[in-house]
């Protein structure tokens, strides 16, 4: 089946530093790709939609300048949280779409800004 | 937009019985997605079932069921001889049906479901 490696699992960072975290799609070529946001006991929340070499699609309300996503590739996604804060404190989901597997999650990043 | 509301927020059964999960959504597309997403301790999200709006008949897989109500946006989650294994978060998420790309999912805020030994 279809597999997507997220990285890292965990994450600590001080106030004002920036974090990346990496979805790979590890044995398929993933159309797309979104990156969900997830509070402790709430839902997810889409952050934004990506496709492979063109710029991300954010939903309302999420800075783009402070979650920058790039695809370089049909395999890899990357999520820079910049300049972070306690605010931005949260469990962070990756999910890669393809037509034959639907879409398939990542294990996901907890962030943790001190 | 789409909505997926979820009203239950926790419920609880003993091993081995039958349990129903709720799920309404709006929407006013007429060709869609419907998942159920189990999220255990680990976070993982994992598939459970899906279904196609267009398909009348409702999908199964082993002990899980769905009930697809398309007229009353209605998408109940059965789950029959429950497991301990069972325990964890159940989210119900719709996603449009948009051809050749694919459109992020839209969440229900989930129920937690218990499976008492």
């Known amino acids: 089946g279809a597999v997507v490696s997220q990285h890292p699992s965990w994450v600590i960072c001080k106030s004002g530093t920036s974090v990346k975290i990496e979805c790979r799609s590890l044995d398929f070529q993933a159309t797309t790709m979104f990156w969900y946001r997830q509070f402790p006991k709430q839902s997810l929340m889409l952050m934004a939609t990506s496709n492979e070499g063109s710029k991300a699609t954010y939903e309302q309300g999420v800075e783009k300048d402070k979650f920058l996503i790039n695809h370089a590739s049909l395999t890899l996604s990357t999520l820079t949280v910049t300049s972070a804060h306690p605010e931005d404190s949260s469990f962070y989901i990756c999910?890669?779409?393809?037509?034959?597997?639907?879409?398939?999650f990542g294990s996901g990043t907890r962030l943790t800004v001190v | 937009a789409q909505t997926v509301t979820q009203s239950q927020p926790e419920m609880s059964v003993q091993e081995a019985e039958t349990v129903t999960l709720s799920c309404t959504y709006d929407?006013?597309?007429?060709?869609?997605?419907l998942f159920w997403y189990k999220q255990p301790p680990s976070r993982q999200m994992i598939l459970v079932i899906r279904?196609?709006?267009?398909?009348?008949q409702n999908a199964t897989e082993n002990r899980f069921s769905v009930n697809f109500q398309k007229a009353a946006k209605s998408f109940s989650l059965k789950i029959s001889d429950s497991q301990l294994g069972d325990t964890a978060m159940y989210f119900c998420?719709?996603?449009?049906?948009?051809?050749?790309?694919?459109?992020?999912?839209?969440f229900g805020k989930g129920t937690h479901l218990i499976i008492q030994p």
């Open positions: 279904q196609e709006a267009y398909k009348q």
């Open positions: 999910s890669a779409a393809d037509s034959r597997y639907g879409y398939t």
């Open positions: 929407t006013s597309e007429s060709n869609y997605y």
């Open positions: 998420a719709f996603t449009p049906y948009s051809g050749g790309g694919a459109d992020g999912l839209t």
